[in-house]
């Protein structure tokens, strides 16, 4: 098992060294030795997956995706 430092993986994944720290605070699995966080590539690309699809939808939608969705779900129960 091989693990990387947040500047290694950012390179591979192109996302931030900024962004994995935040990961790390959202509950992203690793191991902190000294100062420097490390990951496991398999467990990060796990764990992405898993966020990634929870967090497809806005967090905040916006007035018209909120009239939308009410309209369709209105449409739907008529039929």
Same mark, same amino acid.
């Given at each position: 098992? @091989?693990?990387?430092?947040?500047?290694?993986?950012?390179?591979?994944?192109? =996302?931030?060294? !900024?962004?994995?720290? @935040? !990961? =790390?605070?959202? $509950?992203?699995?690793?191991?902190?030795? $000294?100062?420097?966080?490390? =990951?496991? &590539?398999?467990? !990060?690309?796990?764990? !992405?997956?898993?966020?990634?699809?929870?967090?497809?939808? &806005?967090?905040?939608?916006?007035?018209?995706? =909120?009239?939308? @969705?009410?309209?369709?779900?209105?449409?739907?129960?008529?039929?």
């Amino acid at each position: 098992m @091989k693990y990387q430092d947040l500047k290694t993986l950012s390179k591979e994944t192109s =996302i931030s060294v !900024f962004t994995l720290r @935040k !990961f =790390i605070k959202m $509950g992203l699995p690793h191991f902190k030795v $000294g100062g420097k966080y490390l =990951i496991n &590539p398999e467990e !990060f690309n796990d764990w !992405f997956e898993t966020h990634h699809r929870a967090s497809s939808e &806005p967090e905040n939608p916006g007035l018209d995706q =909120i009239i939308s @969705k009410a309209l369709s779900e209105v449409s739907m129960e008529s039929t």
